[in-house]
């Protein structure tokens, strides 16, 4: 067979809602029957261990709950009823390292924005079913994965937690992370709900936006997702949304989320996120991490609040069901594993595909790569590149057993206690070495790049220069621009002054500026490569494997680009790991300026030119995108198109189908996506369900799709885009569930 398919394939959702209501209608929720029956034969002490979960770390006098483990958190059972404890961990890219307190490590999986980067949906789900696996082996049954916030701020310090800019393409890949991780009977929450775009002020900053913008972007994500995952959990954010903190947002919890959306699964704060008992009536189910709040308020205020009041009685049975409905529909066992230090045996090869898929081939002069293994001499500067790899800082941090191979302090003085999660840190194998391994005969000599002239001179008697170069993110900490940090802007400019043939390596947790992107050779985004990206850069190149990741952001030539230039609190909000603040600080932004043209529709909507435009990546063979086609047919709306391997080695493209123009005008919108693996020659074909929802306007509480023509073009990226193709398009009525 000349091909291979990964493909998203969306049915029409109004097509899917409708049967799903008729469905609905005639069987009863299994998991939901058993929920009820389970919470009926409960008092209101035991409904309150399910309300209340705890820090499962021992710290600043507190002690680690018992039955715990080194994680995240912990909530009681109820042994008398069947109901298992929950031990939580951190998070999507791996079970977490916490500093090393289980004595253990996990499989370390590329960063979010690597694994938005493969555009590959089953390679993802396949990724998550691993880490599911490992947290299941190492005694857990929730992790707090499944980040989906859409990158409006691209010095958020997140960024690289998250899949991309787009609400389809992180809705399609978050679901499909979650789905892996819950097929192992381990509950996945979908974070952080529902937007959470900076980490300046972080406990306080009011995100202002209008819900038109909202509903069709970072919450039309989370509704997308939601709807093709079942995540058992949802975790809101800490942040402001138009007032309210989002863990006591009515408007969020209950009027989108239950009232709008159905969902039935429980809502858990992030740790430190809850300021009152009154949360509970606002829809929040569960108070995480309880201790680093100011009061245990889902617990014992919460019993007395219900016996007084039957507003909170209705809530405590209502939120004990939604934690008992999450254990039930995703398949959690009712007794928990032993803590064992067992891996998935797949895990290695799995980190591996993912970061040699994720990584995206940004430039290529004169096909400068693939690198020839008959090269006499390399020279590789910077980066740490002869000890490991970067990995991104925070509470999402993996590690092997052995933990980092070197630690860089950074973030210290008053942070210092949180130095396990925000200290620069480098696993796996180095990329020296491996590239060492791949040319065994040539001569390849490392320097850290600290001096400018030891790494000219060694660059100038070498028949290649390579220069690993990164920028440290950390949860907690947004970057104050977009440039390389450390000098290392001066350090390429002076390299490819000395050796034109010099190949730069990111190592980015998202975009940065390029002031010497002319002066050099080629240009390979490597993200977070996770544990096996030493191996998965020597890869790439050297042309082991063709690269085919496609870039899940934009990135800009300069902030001026940006709907907010400066980073709003950056010149009043004092840096901290929590965000908290002066007493009383305050922090406005505005993400109505973009409004739900977030990224590339920015780009679009401002007639700017980007450095590199979102979907961008280059192969080693060429590509023919072609035959777009659309059709309308009893409500639901189909396109199709062909990819064709022009080039003489076996490849894989991503096809990107965009809304660019509708009734009222130019608009752009990705609808469709289709990632195809093909020998030379060889012609595949994709088929795509388009959601109305990315048509559509949020109106009157609901989804309008207008009646008229609307325009679609297939390309390679949100810029290089074919002739449009016109359909006429019926007019589409959604109500607010997405339900015709």
């Known amino acids: 067979m000349g091909w291979k398919l990964s493909l998203v394939l969306t049915v029409s959702m109004a097509v899917i809602s409708a049967c799903a209501t008729t469905h609905a209608q005639s069987v009863p929720d299994p998991a939901e029957v058993r929920a009820a029956e389970t919470e009926s ?52 890219l791996g079970v977490t390292w916490i500093g090393g307190a289980r004595s253990d490590g996990a499989t370390a999986l590329p960063s979010g924005t690597a694994q938005g980067a493969t555009w ?37 310090g997140r960024t690289f937690e998250y899949i991309g800019e787009d609400p389809y393409h992180s809705a399609v890949l978050g679901a499909a992370a979650v789905r892996g991780i819950q097929s192992q009977g381990v509950i996945s929450t979908m974070k952080h709900f529902a937007i959470n775009p900076q980490e300046t002020g972080r406990h306080f900053m009011n995100v202002k936006i209008d819900e038109p913008s909202l509903r069709e972007s970072d919450l039309l994500a989370f509704e997308i997702a939601i709807e093709r995952a079942r995540p058992g959990a949802l975790m809101c954010a800490y942040n402001r949304t138009n007032g309210p903190l989002s863990c006591g947002s009515e408007f969020l919890l209950t009027d989108v989320l239950r009232d709008d959306w159905g969902y039935k699964g429980f809502v858990m704060s992030d740790w430190g996120a809850v300021e ?40 405590l049975h209502e939120m004990a069901q939604n934690v008992l409905y999450a254990i039930y529909d995703v398949g959690v066992s009712q007794t928990l594993p032993e803590k064992t230090s067992e891996e998935a045996p797949d895990g290695m090869q799995l980190a591996l595909q993912v970061a040699q898929e994720g990584i995206v081939l940004l430039k290529n002069k004169e096909r400068a790569l693939p690198l020839s293994k ?33 630690i860089v302090p950074v973030l210290r003085g008053k942070n210092a206690s949180y130095a396990s999660m925000t200290d620069e840190m480098y696993h796996g194998l180095a990329p020296k070495t491996a590239i060492q391994t791949m040319v065994p005969d040539a001569r390849v000599t490392y320097r850290d ?15 290649v220069a390579i220069i690993v170069v990164t920028q440290f993110l950390s949860e907690g900490f947004d970057a104050p621009d977009i440039s390389l940090p450390g000098n290392q802007d001066a350090l390429i400019s002076a390299v490819a002054s000395a050796n034109p043939n010099t190949i730069v390596v990111l190592q980015t947790g998202g975009p940065v500026a390029m002031p010497w992107l002319d002066d050099v050779a080629a240009v390979v985004e490597a993200w977070y490569p996770g544990i096996m990206g030493g191996e998965a850069i020597a890869d790439v190149l050297f042309g082991e494997v063709n690269p085919s990741g496609h870039l899940p952001i934009t ?13 709003d609190g950056a010149d ?9 603040g002066n007493p009383n600080q305050t922090l406005d932004v505005d993400y109505s300026i973009e409004g739900s043209d977030v990224g590339y529709r920015w780009f679009a909507r401002q007639g700017a030119r980007a450095l590199f435009p979102f979907g961008h990546g280059l192969s080693y063979t060429s590509f023919g995108l072609h035959d777009l086609a659309l059709s309308q047919q009893e409500g639901e709306i189909r396109a199709s198109f062909s990819i064709t391997n022009t080039g003489d080695r076996v490849g894989a493209d991503v096809g990107q189908v965009y809304l660019v123009s509708g009734p009222d005008g130019a608009k752009q919108r990705l609808v469709g996506f289709g990632k195809l693996t093909l020998d030379p020659g060889a012609t595949g074909k994709v088929d795509v369900g388009v959601d109305p929802r990315l048509l559509a306007e949020w109106e009157n509480d609901g989804w309008a799709v207008a009646a008229g023509e609307y325009r679609f073009a297939l390309g390679a990226n949100a810029v290089a885009l074919g002739q449009p193709v016109a359909l006429n398009v019926d007019r589409i009525r959604l109500d607010a569930s997405g339900k015709p």
């Open 41 to 92: 034969q409960m008092t209101n002490e035991k409904r309150i261990q399910l309300t209340l979960g705890l820090m499962a770390m021992e710290f600043g006098g507190h002690k680690k709950p018992e039955g715990s483990i080194p994680g995240a958190g912990y909530v009681p059972g109820v042994p008398r009823l069947g109901v298992p404890p929950l031990r939580e961990t951190d998070a999507s």
């Open 449 to 463: 790049g600290r001096y400018l002239s030891e790494a000219v001179q060694i660059a100038s008697t070498s028949d």
């Open 120 to 156: 590959n949906e089953e390679l993802i789900e396949q990724g998550g079913a691993m880490i599911g696996s490992e947290a299941r082996l190492k005694g857990f049954n929730v992790m707090l994965a499944g980040g989906i916030n859409l990158m409006r701020e691209p010095r958020n």
């Open 555 to 567: 990135f800009p030539v300069s902030l001026s680009q940006l709907p907010r230039p400066q980073l």
């Open 374 to 406: 008959e090269v006499g001499s390399v020279a590789i500067i910077g980066g740490h590149a002869d000890v490991g790899v970067l990995s991104g800082g925070g509470s999402s941090r993996s590690m092997p057993d052995e933990g980092p191979t070197v």
């Open 572 to 580: 009043t909000v004092e840096p901290s790991f929590l965000g908290s």
């Open 276 to 315: 009152a008992v009154e949360f509970a009536l606002a829809g929040l189910d569960q108070q995480s991490g309880a201790q680093l709040d100011e009061g245990l308020f889902l617990g014992e205020p919460l019993l007395k609040a219900a016996d007084k009041d039957a507003r909170y009685q209705k809530r």
